[in-house]
């Protein structure tokens, strides 16, 4: 029997509904159907807003009109004045701003591939994702130049070159076959080497499709505020949609300390962060108290929210429909959301499959487990990328039976909502017994010192891994100051099973995280000490 949410309402028939994705196959069939590149797709969806705002990014705004013509003359410039053709990769190596999107659309528009670089890779990070892809240009500004330099690379300075320095291309008429490569995005590499994830014009077009709908933004009237990085895929799961219904993006960088005037400044409608992002920005509320309730639209993904912390947000955001999702760069940025109307009553999940895609949880042999017993995700549809550049064995792994292979743990419910435990490679097995480090972690953000938490194997001799925890104390909470190990590792024990309260618990200043607030836990296995390392 389903359980009722807050209201009342059945779920099962609620969610049963979301899922219905009859209106999007037909539009999927008749968009990707066509020989067009994404950015000839973007521009004809914009037609009939000219004259709106698209782009706001400090002082400088950008109407629909405007956007697309910047877009045609920095396409220009590369057909023309760079001599980049067809398939050969352009990186991008820029800080947030309007100038990123345009040139992102104008190596798209001619049918040429992107490489979006994260702006916090070193030298030899550059060098090797440069190599790997095999670029032939790099879009870079000053600011990365000694970077560059350290790389051996050559670049354009792409805040100097104008839209007008070549005649404007034909954006609409270029007849980019819509299955070529379009970007390739290199995964964020929490450990080793990362790959390159080859999303074609087709996928990119599918994801910006499937997006509005299962964000909950689809509204002409968005005003969506972009702060976290536009290299990531999140600038197709969240910011690039935007442009394809007729909104407004407003460009910044995240700082903790000017977002929430941003966001009253800017009159922003819908936001997009990471956890931590919000976490933070309602450590900052307690004590700015502005005033947020014209924000309609909140959601959060790349890392599980704690259910302890979600009323945090809701307090911030009093008005806002809170949406949880996840997906992986592999996808588009996303596999499955969580209805706001759901965002308490199914605390915890991640969703529901978007329109458009199939989802199921599998055992080691890819059959379908039962609901409620953990298994792997997997999923398909048209967002899911097209392969791994030059890695057929890894593309073969992880597309195995035409499904992709997530290397996500987790269990579907009755009403099909999705529960993450883990990544395989971040399950914890002690002696036998598998723990979930995202169990544990939850328990830890229970207690109202712990402002963040992260938990990672350690080696035992005795039961081969332990559980080790860091910890980020709350140093506002009147109990920072006397929290102690001790206290956690007691805080643990009454809610957790023996075998899953950690061996060692360390407090650390902040977690190591990627650019999109993803933690790094192969960095803190190296901060084990030495005996559990």
Request: with cysteine; charged share 20%; glycine share 8%.
């Given at each position: 029997?389903?359980?009722?949410?807050?209201?009342?309402?059945?779920?099962?028939?609620?969610?049963?509904?979301?899922?219905?994705?009859?209106?999007?196959?037909?539009?999927?069939?008749?968009?990707?159907?066509?020989?067009?590149?994404?950015?000839?797709?973007?521009?004809?969806?914009?037609?009939?807003?000219?004259?709106?705002?698209?782009?706001?990014?400090?002082?400088?705004?950008?109407?629909?009109?405007?956007?697309?013509?910047?877009?045609?003359?920095?396409?220009?410039?590369?057909?023309?004045?760079?001599?980049?053709?067809?398939?050969?990769?352009?990186?991008?190596?820029?800080?947030?701003?309007?100038?990123?999107?345009?040139?992102?659309?104008?190596?798209?528009?001619?049918?040429?591939?992107?490489?979006?670089?994260?702006?916090?890779?070193?030298?030899?990070?550059?060098?090797?994702?440069?190599?790997?892809?095999?670029?032939?240009?790099?879009?870079?500004?000053?600011?990365?130049?000694?970077?560059?330099?350290?790389?051996?690379?050559t670049w354009i300075d792409g805040t100097q070159v104008g839209a007008d320095a070549q005649p404007?291309?034909?954006?609409?008429?270029?007849?980019?076959?819509?299955?070529?490569?379009?970007?390739?995005?290199?995964?964020?590499?929490t450990t080793g080497n990362p790959k390159g994830v080859v999303h074609t014009h087709r996928s990119?077009?599918?994801?910006?499709?499937?997006?509005?709908?299962?964000?909950?933004?689809?509204?002409?009237?968005?005003?969506?505020?972009?702060?976290?990085?536009?290299?990531?895929?999140?600038?197709?799961?969240?910011?690039?949609?935007?442009?394809?219904?007729?909104?407004?993006?407003?460009?910044?960088?995240?700082?903790?300390?000017?977002?929430?005037?941003?966001?009253?400044?800017?009159?922003?409608?819908?936001?997009?962060?990471?956890?931590?992002?919000?976490?933070?920005?309602?450590?900052?509320?307690?004590?700015?108290?502005?005033?947020?309730?014209?924000?309609?639209?909140?959601?959060?993904?790349?890392?599980?929210?704690?259910?302890?912390?979600?009323?945090?947000?809701?307090?911030?955001?009093?008005?806002?429909?809170?949406?949880?999702?996840?997906?992986?760069?592999?996808?588009?940025?996303?596999?499955?959301?969580?209805?706001?109307?759901?965002?308490?009553?199914?605390?915890?999940?991640?969703?529901?499959?978007?329109?458009?895609?199939?989802?199921?949880?599998?055992?080691?042999?890819?059959?379908?487990?039962?609901?409620?017993?953990?298994?792997?995700?997997?999923?398909?549809?048209?967002?899911?990328?097209?392969?791994?550049?030059?890695?057929?064995?890894?593309?073969?792994?992880?597309?195995?039976?035409?499904?992709?292979?997530?290397?996500?743990?987790?269990?579907?419910?009755?009403?099909?909502?999705?529960?993450?435990?883990?990544?395989?490679?971040?399950?914890?097995?002690?002696?036998?017994?598998?723990?979930?480090?995202?169990?544990?972690?939850?328990?830890?953000?229970?207690?109202?010192?712990?402002?963040?938490?992260?938990?990672?194997?350690?080696?035992?001799?005795?039961?081969?891994?332990?559980?080790?925890?860091?910890?980020?104390?709350?140093?506002?909470?009147?109990?920072?100051?006397?929290?102690?190990?001790?206290?956690?590792?007691?805080?643990?024990?009454?809610?957790?099973?023996?075998?899953?309260?950690?061996?060692?618990?360390?407090?650390?200043?902040?977690?190591?995280?990627?650019?999109?607030?993803?933690?790094?836990?192969?960095?803190?296995?190296?901060?084990?000490?030495?005996?559990?390392?």
């Open positions: 029997m389903s359980a009722t949410n807050a209201t009342g309402a059945d779920p099962r028939a609620a969610l049963a509904r979301r899922r219905d994705a009859a209106w999007l196959e037909s539009v999927l069939a008749a968009e990707l159907s066509r020989p067009q590149s994404y950015a000839a797709f973007m521009q004809r969806r914009a037609a009939g807003h000219s004259e709106r705002a698209a782009i706001a990014c400090g002082e400088r705004i950008l109407t629909y009109a405007q956007l697309y013509a910047e877009v045609a003359g920095l396409a220009g410039y590369l057909a023309n004045a760079l001599g980049v053709r067809r398939s050969e990769r352009v990186a991008l190596l820029l800080d947030n701003g309007a100038g990123y999107q345009c040139w992102y659309l104008a190596v798209l528009a001619i049918g040429a591939v992107a490489v979006p670089l994260n702006t916090k890779l070193t030298a030899r990070e550059v060098a090797f994702q440069l190599g790997n892809a095999g670029a032939v240009a790099v879009l870079s500004e000053p600011r990365f130049a000694a970077v560059l330099e350290e790389a051996q690379a404007a291309f034909d954006v609409a008429s270029a007849g980019v076959p819509s299955d070529a490569p379009a970007a390739i995005y290199y995964t964020s590499g990119l077009v599918a994801g910006t499709l499937q997006g509005p709908r299962a964000w909950e933004y689809d509204d002409e009237q968005a005003v969506t505020l972009a702060m976290t990085p536009l290299f990531h895929i999140a600038n197709h799961t969240w910011f690039l949609p935007v442009l394809s219904i007729g909104g407004t993006m407003v460009i910044d960088t995240f700082r903790t300390e000017t977002v929430l005037d941003l966001i009253v400044r800017r009159r922003v409608t819908h936001v997009f962060a990471v956890p931590t992002m919000l976490l933070l920005m309602s450590q900052r509320h307690q004590t700015s108290r502005q005033n947020l309730s014209h924000v309609k639209n909140v959601a959060f993904g790349a890392s599980a929210m704690p259910p302890e912390k979600l009323t945090d947000v809701r307090r911030m955001f009093p008005n806002a429909r809170l949406v949880h999702g996840m997906g992986q760069t592999e996808s588009c940025g996303t596999i499955v959301t969580l209805p706001a109307e759901f965002a308490f009553a199914k605390a915890g999940s991640v969703g529901v499959r978007i329109d458009g895609a199939e989802v199921r949880v599998v055992d080691e042999q890819g059959r379908d487990v039962p609901a409620g017993v953990v298994g792997e995700l997997v999923t398909r549809g048209p967002n899911v990328m097209a392969r791994y550049h030059e890695q057929a064995e890894a593309t073969a792994a992880v597309l195995a039976g035409g499904w992709l292979h997530t290397g996500d743990l987790g269990y579907l419910d009755d009403d099909g909502c999705l529960f993450l435990v883990d990544r395989k490679k971040d399950m914890i097995i002690r002696g036998g017994e598998n723990i979930y480090s995202s169990e544990v972690e939850n328990v830890l953000y229970m207690h109202p010192a712990v402002l963040q938490a992260a938990v990672v194997a350690a080696r035992s001799e005795l039961f081969g891994e332990e559980v080790f925890a860091f910890v980020v104390k709350r140093m506002e909470a009147p109990e920072a100051g006397t929290v102690d190990e001790a206290a956690l590792r007691a805080h643990c024990a009454r809610n957790l099973a023996s075998f899953k309260v950690p061996i060692g618990i360390a407090f650390i200043d902040a977690l190591p995280q990627t650019a999109t607030g993803k933690v790094q836990k192969h960095r803190l296995r190296e901060m084990l000490p030495a005996q559990h390392r």
